[in-house]
């Protein structure tokens, strides 16, 4: 986000005419609220839905009955800076409301999770993360940020780049997986093609940069649950995608739910205030995650709602999501001199700061052309960039004998209830899809030609129909079994205790097995699972995460051999669930997992992940040889020579890795430092280098100062955090 000089001008004018009422009104985020008719309180009802004394069509059947109050009083007073809300013509209305009716004429900035598309919905972010395709990244981002404006959100609540190792978290399934650089050039791009293209007001949004911070580092990978670590951790493993987004021009960020070391991020103004506005410099505000003031008061931390509004503000919370707490407490905070007019002024400034750069005073509706464009169908190109994005986020992970890709000429069997439920393709947090727009597994196998017969037989949700499988297992040349979790099994409150399989699938994955018929497993999840039995016993295993609207074509594209798969794993997998949480980048200890008893591992399982960071297969194999490291003034130049040794051609992620070997804080065993799509012809073979910059080679203290220090480096070139060619050199920063 750059700002103007007219862009920071126009804004103190506004500034300066305001009352605190509607200074406050623009720091006040309402989301439509549910009213009227219902014998309980809607919180109750949620209560009655969660806990199943009412069912889920009862709930909808009532909530189709209900009445919502969108708060348009409120908002011709000027009392509402923000709404939520996908809907393009609501969106009109209410803008209409504040531009035209209230005093000001203010435009709202209207907020959606678009996390990973909007109508064409592209892979989880684990997935896409996968492809290790930063071009890809922000066209993707690019696409969701017009597809937004199409609908009159000038603001996603995206990307969401909270690096997690403990895959029991339900939000792995949104964020770029285990690793700092991967997360941080993910960042950059996410932002990139969400804010960069100003051409147009209709081709970019303020980005929201969440959840601020370390709450993938939540204990027991419980969703919401404290959060405590050493400072160096803070800043070499949880700041630093948020350091990379603000240094790409972040407009926005969200406060996360958890406490950081017992001040909850709501409220905790180191985190807002030293680090990220002063040391990142966020350009414009911070908003707070739904409902987190109030929660302040269940943390602990405040006495009553408004004590957690003026810790809020004073903080540097610039906005309240939800509570109505800033509407209700913060005009008598200013007049009793616990919350200074300094405060308010400087949210207000960054929040206009966003509208004005988001040109909402100059162009606040959608076009009526273009909201009427989008109810035919989606822009041409848009399911193309979704199938590529799908395409590029599948991850071989076994194949043996030789199964795939399919023969054309097979009889398939598809089972699993995965294979043919268009609510499950487009995963964790994707709202504002069009069922005729999603491909299930079973269409795009069809669509592809092959000759394939659908057995549901089994599903995450439990059940097992022992005749379809005798069915399937009779009547095809090959089973493909698609098995896995249910969107609602990841994403928000979606943490799992149990990383194997749910419902009666491995039974299944059994009695196909049992047939002696080929099988090929494809997991459809939304976070790495716990697959020691399905690794050790199953000849084919693809990872096809929740791929978006065009999943059924990608995975049949890439079953048939159409396409050669590419992606990585973004996020280790364990072996079983007791070895959660589980990544590549950990310390040594004294004492690594080794054969002599007394070295850190478990009795009764793998001490390192089942697949690691930077795994995938490919229908073709590579081989790397000829690892050079050359120091030069500011950087190493690591070159690295790579063939294809199999009979097709294909497209390898090679890796760069480095390990500090001593240092005055232990570091991890490996840190990524470089990645590169290479494609390669079969029997090709490249030469590629790697810039390291000796900047890079440095880390975080507990004082949270930046160190580089001579010492011996291992610099890793490879196919996987795992599988490297390893070579040494000693590097002194002294310039
Ligand atoms: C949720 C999520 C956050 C989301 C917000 C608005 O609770 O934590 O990621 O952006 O509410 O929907």
């Known amino acids: 986000m750059k700002?103007?000089?007219?862009?920071?001008?126009?804004?103190?004018?506004?500034?300066?005419?305001?009352?605190?009422?509607?200074?406050?009104?623009?720091?006040?985020?309402?989301?439509?609220?549910?009213?009227?008719?219902?014998?309980?309180?809607?919180?109750?009802?949620?209560?009655?839905?969660?806990?199943?004394?009412?069912?889920?069509?009862?709930?909808?059947?009532?909530?189709?009955?209900?009445?919502?109050?969108?708060?348009?009083?409120?908002?011709?007073?000027?009392?509402?800076?923000?709404?939520?809300?996908?809907?393009?013509?609501?969106?009109?209305?209410?803008?209409?409301?504040a531009v035209e009716e209230s005093r000001l004429g203010i435009p709202l900035i209207i907020g959606f999770d678009v996390i990973h598309g909007l109508r064409s919905v592209f892979p989880i972010a684990i997935a896409e993360a996968g492809s290790f395709d930063?071009?890809?990244?922000?066209?993707?981002?690019?696409?969701?940020?017009?597809?937004?404006?199409?609908?009159?959100?000038?603001?996603?609540?995206?990307?969401?780049?909270?690096v997690a190792h403990d895959s029991r978290w339900g939000r792995v399934s949104e964020g770029p997986g285990e690793d700092v650089f991967l997360g941080s050039r993910f960042a950059r791009a996410k932002i990139r093609g969400l804010q960069g293209d100003t051409s147009s007001e209709q081709n970019y949004v303020a980005a929201c940069t969440k959840h601020y911070v370390g709450y993938g580092a939540c204990e027991g990978g419980r969703d919401y649950n404290t959060v405590s670590m050493a400072p160096n951790q803070l800043f070499n493993t949880y700041l630093p995608t948020f350091r990379a987004a603000m240094e790409e021009g972040a407009a926005t960020a969200m406060a996360a739910f958890n406490d950081l070391n017992g001040v909850p991020?709501?409220?905790?103004?180191?985190?807002?205030?030293?680090?990220?506005?002063?040391?990142?410099?966020?350009?414009?505000?911070?908003?707070?995650?739904?409902?987190?003031?109030?929660?302040?008061?269940?943390?602990?931390?405040?006495?009553?709602?408004e004590d957690a509004g003026v810790q809020a503000a004073n903080a540097g919370m610039d906005m309240d999501m939800g509570t109505h707490i800033y509407k209700d407490h913060l005009k008598k905070a200013v007049e009793d001199g616990k919350v200074s007019m300094?405060?308010?002024?400087?949210?207000?400034?960054?929040?206009?700061?966003?509208?004005?750069?988001?040109?909402?005073?100059?162009?606040?509706?959608?076009?009526e052309d273009v909201i009427e464009a989008y109810e035919k169908g989606i822009p041409a190109g848009h399911a193309q960039l979704s199938r590529k994005a799908a395409q590029e986020s599948v991850v071989l992970l076994k194949n043996e004998g030789g199964i795939l890709p399919l023969d054309s000429a097979a009889k398939v069997s598809l089972v699993g209830t995965l294979a043919d439920s268009v609510d499950e393709v487009t995963g964790a947090w994707a709202m504002g899809w069009k069922k005729e727009d999603c491909v299930t597994i079973l269409a795009g196998m069809k669509n592809s030609g092959l000759d394939v017969a659908y057995y549901p037989c089994a599903g995450p949700e439990g059940g097992l129909?022992?005749?379809?499988?005798?069915?399937?297992?009779?009547?095809?040349?090959?089973?493909?079994?698609?098995?896995?979790?249910?969107?609602?099994?990841?994403?928000?409150?979606?943490?799992?205790?149990?990383?194997?399989?749910?419902?009666?699938?491995?039974?299944?994955?059994?009695?196909?097995?049992?047939?002696?018929?080929?099988?090929?497993?494809?997991l459809m999840n939304g976070r790495p699972l716990?697959?020691?039995?399905?690794?050790?016993?199953?000849?084919?295993?693809?990872?096809?995460?929740?791929?978006?609207?065009?999943?059924?074509?990608?995975?049949?594209?890439?079953?048939?051999?159409?396409?050669?798969?590419?992606?990585?794993?973004?996020?280790?997998?364990?072996?079983?669930?007791?070895?959660?949480?589980?990544?590549?980048?950990?310390?040594?200890?004294?004492?690594?997992?080794?054969?002599?008893?007394?070295?850190?591992?478990?009795?009764d399982a793998p001490a390192e992940a089942l697949f690691p960071f930077g795994y995938g297969l490919s229908y073709t194999t590579y081989e790397y040889s000829d690892l050079k490291i050359d120091e030069k003034e500011d950087c190493l130049k690591i070159s690295v020579r790579i063939r294809n040794t199999g009979s097709r051609a294909g497209t390898e992620?090679?890796?760069?890795?480095?390990?500090?070997?001593?240092?005055?804080?232990?570091?991890?065993?490996?840190?990524?430092?470089?990645?590169?799509?290479?494609?390669?012809?079969a029997g090709e073979e490249k030469e590629i280098s790697f810039g390291l910059p000796k900047k890079e080679m440095g880390f975080y203290d507990n004082d949270g100062k930046y160190r580089l220090e001579d010492g011996l480096f291992r610099i890793y070139a490879g196919t996987s955090s795992r599988d490297v060619l390893c070579g040494e050199i000693f590097v002194s920063f002294k310039v």
């Not at 071009?135 to 000038?154: D, N, P, Q, W, Y």
């Not at 002024?345 to 076009?367: N, S, T």
């Not at 022992?466 to 698609?482: F, K, Q, R, Y």
């Open 265 to 305: 991020c709501t409220v905790n103004r180191y985190l807002l205030r030293d680090i990220l506005k002063e040391s990142f410099g966020l350009q414009g505000f911070v908003v707070s995650d739904a409902n987190a003031i109030r929660e302040c008061v269940i943390h602990g931390i405040a006495a009553d709602d």
């Open 530 to 603: 716990a697959l020691g039995w399905e690794a050790e016993h199953l000849p084919v295993l693809v990872e096809a995460w929740h791929l978006g609207i065009q999943m059924g074509n990608a995975v049949a594209d890439v079953l048939t051999g159409a396409v050669n798969p590419s992606a990585k794993l973004a996020s280790s997998f364990p072996a079983g669930n007791g070895q959660c949480p589980v990544y590549y980048s950990h310390p040594s200890t004294g004492r690594p997992a080794g054969k002599s008893k007394f070295t850190s591992k478990y009795l």
């Open 134 to 162: 930063d071009a890809l990244f922000e066209e993707t981002a690019h696409m969701a940020a017009k597809e937004s404006r199409a609908h009159g959100i000038s603001w996603n609540f995206a990307p969401m780049i909270d």
């Open 342 to 367: 300094e405060v308010i002024d400087e949210a207000v400034r960054r929040i206009l700061r966003v509208k004005v750069w988001l040109g909402l005073f100059e162009h606040p509706y959608v076009p």
């Open 3 to 97: 700002l103007t000089e007219e862009m920071k001008a126009k804004v103190e004018s506004i500034l300066a005419r305001m009352t605190l009422e509607e200074k406050i009104g623009q720091m006040n985020q309402e989301s439509p609220s549910i009213v009227g008719g219902f014998d309980v309180p809607f919180s109750e009802l949620i209560e009655m839905l969660t806990d199943g004394r009412l069912s889920q069509e009862e709930f909808e059947k009532l909530m189709s009955t209900a009445k919502q109050d969108f708060h348009e009083d409120e908002i011709r007073a000027g009392l509402v800076g923000s709404v939520m809300g996908n809907d393009p013509r609501k969106a009109n209305e209410l803008q209409k409301i």
């Open 653 to 681: 992620i090679a890796q760069l890795y480095m390990q500090d070997v001593a240092a005055s804080l232990v570091r991890p065993v490996k840190e990524l430092k470089g990645y590169q799509r290479v494609f390669l012809e």
């Open 465 to 522: 129909n022992e005749d379809e499988l005798e069915a399937a297992t009779a009547n095809g040349d090959v089973i493909v079994a698609i098995v896995g979790e249910t969107t609602a099994m990841s994403g928000e409150a979606s943490s799992r205790a149990d990383l194997t399989l749910p419902g009666r699938q491995k039974e299944m994955l059994e009695k196909l097995l049992a047939s002696g018929k080929p099988v090929v497993t494809v």
